[in-house]
């Protein structure tokens, strides 16, 4: 059974920064694609950004590009959110999610294994 972890939520002021990791166990790491997304109270899911297989490229959604860097170090098995200048807007759950797809993928639908989220409140 596949099993994905996030930590590294928190509150933080705007203009800070923080950084989430994900772990994924049942399943070779370097062979998962990773995505991350983020519900905000009352809104959909969106797409945050996502790495490819090798960790060589990357997507993001507009609204956080030049702010967070997505990221993979696949020897120990753990991906990262960079994210920088933190705005209030960016205030919800983040989740990291898997496939088996090596390229970047941006739809929710394309992702198999979800964690559970990890928590970023903004205050202004």
């Known amino acids: 059974q596949v099993q994905v972890e996030e930590s590294g939520g928190g509150l933080v002021q705007a203009g800070n920064s923080l950084r989430l990791s994900c772990r994924i166990f049942?399943?070779?790491?370097?062979?998962?694609?990773i995505g991350w997304f983020r519900q905000a109270a009352g809104k959909e899911r969106e797409f945050v950004a996502a790495?490819?297989?090798?960790?060589?490229?990357?997507l993001y959604a507009d609204s956080v590009k030049g702010r967070f860097t997505v990221s993979r170090d696949n020897t120990i098995g753990t991906a990262y959110l960079n994210m920088n200048d933190l705005k209030p807007e960016d205030t919800a759950v983040y989740y990291c999610?898997?496939?088996?797809?090596?390229?970047?993928?941006?739809?929710?639908?394309?992702?198999?294994?979800w964690g559970r989220g990890t928590e970023v409140t903004v205050s202004s």
């Open positions: 999610a898997g496939n088996d797809r090596p390229y970047t993928q941006g739809a929710p639908e394309k992702y198999v294994y």
């Open positions: 049942g399943r070779t790491f370097s062979q998962t694609g």
């Open positions: 790495v490819a297989w090798s960790g060589g490229s990357q």
